[in-house]
């Protein structure tokens, strides 16, 4: 077993940093300050993130850093700091590692026993799905399916009994392909696209793939597509349980107590008071 305490000594670390995906304000504090203390910024693409680091006046050199040479890359990274150098990995937008190069050079920094420092900030996948009005208390994240449409349907077809919502990131140029591999494989199930986000053309499509694809000329952009899950069980389920196997099942969804009442009450359409008593009264 590895135990990492972050902060409690002064050496070199890895920082994975957070950029915006869209609006420059969302870039934190905390972000700016790691950024202008670094010796060395890792990036995707050097042209995208120095417009960033410009307009924030940070100075440390940038480098680049692509999946297709994360090894040989993560290898210097650590020559870096074991040289003495602060290095952060940022990525063209978000939260680098998630759906972008640095997972190597955060495992290799584990094994090192360099400490990695998560510097958090916005993701379009967790920014989708608060905004789109879909189960979130379970999320399934897909990250990006596979570009061959064969493939794409068929991890769509394996995903089509997950109970959580999904969450995949798509391209423009995929959309209406999905969508129809979506309406083939979902059919009525709700959808929603959110598209760029954070930015001034900000939308959010809510409806079913069908009702998506007859504007889909219009979906432009940077989009994360949101298929709700699939609560044919779970609808079942509820309804033959207890009040307390009822409850119980909100509160192992991650529900507090005062909001699994709740739920509890609006799904049997009875008042909270009701429940209350039955769960805590009568015993
Ligand atoms: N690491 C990033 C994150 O944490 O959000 C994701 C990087 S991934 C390479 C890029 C994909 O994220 C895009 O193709 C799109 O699906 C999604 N994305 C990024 N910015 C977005 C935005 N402003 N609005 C909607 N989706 C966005």
New binding site residues.
């Given amino acids: 077993m590895k135990r990492q305490k972050t902060f409690e000594n002064n050496n070199p670390k890895l920082y994975l940093v957070?950029t915006p995906?869209?609006n420059l304000e969302d870039i934190t504090l905390r972000a700016l300050n790691t950024l202008k203390m670094v010796d060395i910024i890792y990036c995707e693409d050097t042209r995208t993130s120095i417009k960033l680091l410009n307009h924030f006046e940070i100075k440390a050199p940038l480098h680049s850093y692509h999946l297709f040479n994360e090894n040989e890359i993560s290898e210097k990274i650590m020559h870096n700091i074991k040289s003495g150098m602060n290095v952060a990995i940022i990525?063209?937008?978000?939260?680098?590692?998630?759906?972008?190069p640095g997972w190597v050079a955060v495992r290799d920094a584990i094994e090192e026993e360099i400490e990695v420092v998560i510097v958090p900030g916005?993701?379009?996948?967790i920014?989708?799905l608060v905004g789109s009005g879909l189960n979130s208390y379970k999320y399934y994240f897909g990250g990006?399916l596979n570009s061959k449409k064969a493939k794409r349907e068929k991890e769509l077809e394996k995903l089509a009994s997950k109970e959580e919502t999904i969450v995949i990131?798509?391209?423009p140029h995929r959309i209406e392909e999905t969508l129809k591999i979506i309406d083939k494989i979902y059919g009525e199930r709700q959808i929603v696209i959110?598209?760029?986000?954070?930015?001034k053309h900000?939308e959010y499509l809510r409806g079913t793939a069908k009702e998506m694809l007859e504007v889909v000329d219009t979906i432009k952009?940077?989009?994360?597509v949101m298929i709700s899950g699939n609560d044919e069980k779970v609808d079942k389920d509820l309804s033959s349980l207890t009040i307390e196997e009822h409850y119980q099942y909100y509160l192992d969804l991650g529900l507090d107590s005062k909001e699994a009442l709740k739920q509890v009450a609006v799904d049997k359409n009875v008042s909270k008071k009701d429940i209350y008593q039955v769960l805590f009264k009568n015993k």
């Fill in positions: 957070a995906i869209g990525s063209d937008a978000g939260m680098p590692v998630i759906s972008d916005v993701s379009a996948g920014t989708a990006f990131y798509e391209s959110a598209r760029e986000l954070t930015k900000e952009g940077e989009m994360v």
